[in-house]
């Protein structure tokens, strides 16, 4: 895992393609901004997801323009 220092309005490129900006920071909460093409799938984690809860569908659904998991 790489890990990076970046203040707000700096941004981090991936591959020439992907482009992620810090928008705002404020207290412990970080807003990012990801630009990328339509094909690549961007799924979004909440460190408490990990499993799924009772009653609810483990799968998630999928992105309809890349039909990976969103």
Do not use: F, H, W, Y
Not at 9 to 37: C, M, T
Not at 54 to 65: A, Q, R, S, V
């Amino acid at each position: 895992m790489l890990v990076l220092s970046r203040k707000v309005g700096e941004e981090v490129i991936i591959d020439g393609e992907i482009r992620i900006s810090v928008v705002r920071v404020r207290g412990n909460r970080v807003r990012l901004g990801i630009q990328a093409p339509a094909d690549v799938c961007i799924r979004r984690q909440n460190p408490t997801s990990n499993a799924a809860s009772p009653g609810t569908n483990p799968d998630p659904p999928l992105c309809p323009t890349t039909g990976c998991p969103s």
